[in-house]
T-cell receptor
Framework: IAGITQAPTSQILAAGRRMTLRCTQD?????MYWYRQDLGLGLRLIHY???????GKGEVPDGYSVSRANTDDFPLTLASAVPSQTSVYFC?????????????FGAGSRLTVL | GQNIDQPTEMTATEGAIVQINCTYQ??????LFWYQQHAGEAPTFLSY??LDGLEEKGRFSSFLSRSKGYSYLLLKELQMKDSASYLC??????????WGAGTKLIIKP
């Protein structure tokens, strides 16, 4: 593992099903994030975690939950998927570079809800 | 509230120079970021500006004017591999990034 690993890469899901997107980092970053990216819109923050054991709500948290049991893992769960949750999901973590809090992103998980 | 505006799409020629603008409105200011995102890939960090002026990093430079709520990314000696979306982002009051929709840059030979 180098950086951030997301799984699955792609998934087609029936509406109403439960789905967990996995995210693991090996950089020992304290802060982690989940974003969704939709065509024509900027990245939108779903949930974040500033450190293991804490989580917070972002701009679009409804329908999603997260947990942060340890530093490395930050799974995102859709309890009952709906078509509007069709999107590309990016997990990220942040460390400092030259005084800036720089995000490192995973490769993304493309989710289609039918 | 906070708002970020960028042009949706720009086209430039290989070898030329292009300037991608970003205007923002924030209640406070904690720096401005530029990221590059190739199609189908994750965003990657390009630059961070917190003080006014131009920061040069190889072929890429980023400019900030805090009084005008304005930044631009300047790409010189354009290469085909520079075809990507360029994302502007600023932290909100909770230090979480607010992102522009991105500018898709198309490079033509």
């Amino acid at each position: 593992i180098a950086g951030i690993t997301q799984a699955p890469t792609s998934q087609i899901l029936a509406a109403g099903r439960r789905m967990t997107l996995r995210c693991t980092q090996d950089m020992r970053h304290n802060a982690m994030y989940w974003y969704r990216q939709d065509l024509g819109l900027g990245l939108r923050l779903i949930h974040y975690s500033n450190t293991a054991g804490t989580t917070g709500k972002g701009e679009v948290p409804d329908g999603y939950s997260v947990s942060r049991a340890n530093t490395d893992d930050f799974p995102l769960t859709l309890a009952s998927a709906v078509p509007s949750q069709t999107s590309v999901y990016f997990c990220a973590s942040s460390g400092t570079s030259g005084g800036a809090n720089v995000l490192t992103f995973g490769a993304g998980s493309r989710l289609t809800v039918l | 509230g906070q708002n970020i505006d960028q042009p949706t799409e720009m086209t430039a020629t290989e070898g030329a120079i292009v300037q991608i603008n970003c205007t923002y409105q924030t209640s406070g200011f904690n720096g401005l970021f530029w990221y590059q995102q190739h199609a189908g890939e994750a965003p990657t960090f390009l630059s961070y500006n917190v003080l006014d002026g131009l920061e040069e990093k190889g072929r890429f430079s980023s400019f900030l004017s805090r009084s005008k709520g304005y930044s631009y990314l300047l790409l010189k000696e354009l290469q085909m591999k520079d075809s990507a979306s360029y994302l502007c982002a600023v932290p909100d009051s909770n230090y979480q990034l607010i992102w522009g929709a991105g500018t898709k840059l198309i490079i033509k030979p």
